[in-house]
């Protein structure tokens, strides 16, 4: 038995949904920890893809459970929509359960949060637009309503809902000149989501741990990434969770002591969504490159990600903050047609050499990264199916970030398609053993 946390170890986008999606195969049980709809995650299974905002991956496994834990905030609106789309391409959600205390996203979050990020101007931050910082902060000023409140009291909800929009309207129209919200519409369609949605609502503290007192193995999933921690992120271009794997714990109900093994996934390079700096940014055709063969548009907004070398202070940062055991490189195919490739091994700050990753915004937008340049292997990976497979080039590169990083590479991803994928250790079930001997050669010891 092991119960093993999927952290995201740079800005999020990370491959987090296909890593999660092949280690569901191992699990039994299934956790999202954190985020709401802000999250994307893209699994792609026998040409067919799965778009997930807020059902956990393992949900494409048919005997694995799946939990929305207390630590989300829920949009219905589009979970019910995700629901319908799984059911029409044959997926079953009977196995899907909601955390009884998670809390709700109601519609004036969502026009708070887009009307808020459009006065902010030169200031905005990038959010998603999807209501998840203003759901946060009134569960923050305990003000917010929870999934439990309109499954156990649907009548008491009305007066506490007219109450809230009523409050609400006036922000909206004196602060943002926006129409104001009909009370009722909205109580009645949330009422009606609280019908479709009461046969999957659970004490999921309760559930998780009967988990861990039965020995089954669970796999925590959070969303976005270590630098878009809302403490140990990027700040303020952060998201308002904790996605480090430390939020884990308090998102799913669960004591620290259940925790057998973190799990860092890393793109092969570097991108970011939205504001703030970024040291290895690469403007021009190279940065074009990238974002095109890497598809690099967001799930959930659509929005084209900033790309750059591969970070190895942003590594080390995320190794640091979460405990990692191991890590997923993803995307490694992207490199294939480069003729070198870089990697920031450290930075320059006001002449000074600095390997750790800065706190602050305006150190951070004066790093200038210090790279140690690889060959590139200039032919295709995505057809590598093992260690061996691999050109050598491409098994030097790999080395060469475990090393800086000072953790095991445990998956490679070569694609988007679950067989895209060289697993060198199973994280659930194998040891922890590092990827390539002294020598960086691969470890031979085959596939699983």
């Known amino acids: 038995m092991a119960n093993v946390v999927v952290v995201g170890a740079q800005w ?17 049980v299934v956790v999202r920890y954190q985020g709401g709809v802000n999250a994307g995650h893209t699994v792609v299974v026998n040409d067919t893809t799965f778009k997930l905002h807020l059902i956990p991956s393992g949900i494409l496994y048919p005997e694995t459970e799946c939990i929305i834990g207390s630590g989300t905030v829920i949009d219905p609106t589009v979970l019910i929509e995700e629901l319908d789309r799984l059911e029409s391409l044959n997926v079953s959600t009977e196995r899907l359960m909601i955390a009884q205390t998670a809390h709700v996203t109601m519609p004036y979050h969502r026009l708070i949060d887009q009307a808020a990020e459009e006065r902010r101007g030169e200031r905005k931050i990038g959010t998603t637009g999807r209501g998840i910082g203003p759901t946060y902060a009134d569960k923050s000023e305990r003000t917010s309503l929870r999934v439990v409140d309109f499954i156990d009291d649907p009548e008491g909800i009305r007066d506490k809902l007219t109450w809230t929009i009523n409050y609400k309207n006036v922000l909206l129209e004196k602060l943002y000149n926006l129409p104001p919200l009909d009370a009722n519409e909205v109580i009645e369609q949330y009422l009606e989501y609280a ?22 193995n669970i796999l925590f999933e959070g969303a976005q990434g270590t630098l878009l921690d809302l403490d140990h992120g990027t700040y303020p271009y952060v998201t308002s969770s904790n996605p480090v794997a430390g939020g884990a714990c308090v998102g799913a109900g669960v004591g620290p002591t259940t925790i057998d093994r973190v799990i860092g996934v890393a793109k092969a390079y ?16 190279l940065g074009e490159l990238l974002g095109d063969r890497g598809a690099e548009f967001g799930t959930t907004t659509g929005r084209r990600r900033r790309c750059g070398w591969f970070d190895a202070a942003i590594g080390r ?17 992207v490199l294939d047609t480069l003729d070198e490739i870089k990697v920031c091994v450290a930075y320059e700050v006001d002449g000074q050499r600095q390997e ?16 140690e340049t690889l060959p590139g292997w200039k032919q295709s990976t995505e057809n590598c199916r093992t260690l061996e497979d691999l050109p050598d080039a491409a098994l030097d590169y790999l080395k ?31 040891p922890k053993r590092a990827l390539l001997d002294a020598n960086g050669r691969p470890v031979k010891r085959g596939h699983h």
């Open 400 to 430: 060469f970030l475990a090393e800086l990083m000072k953790v095991p590479i445990a998956i490679i991803s070569l694609g988007a398609s679950r067989d895209q994928t060289i697993i060198v250790e199973d994280p659930i079930h194998g």
């Open 270 to 285: 570097t991108t970011r969504v939205g504001e703030g700096p970024f040291p290895t940014e690469l403007p021009g055709d």
């Open 356 to 371: 750790h990753f800065p706190t602050s915004n305006r150190t951070l937008a004066r790093c200038k990264p210090i790279y």
């Open 195 to 216: 019908k479709r949605l009461r046969r999957h609502v659970v004490d999921s503290s309760l559930k998780i741990y009967e988990a861990v007192r039965t020995k089954r």
């Open 317 to 333: 940062y995320a190794v640091r903050i979460n405990g990692l055991d191991c890590l997923a490189i993803t995307k490694l195919d």
């Open 12 to 28: 999020g986008d990370e491959g987090k949904g296909k890593v999660t999606d092949l280690l569901s195969r191992s699990a039994d």
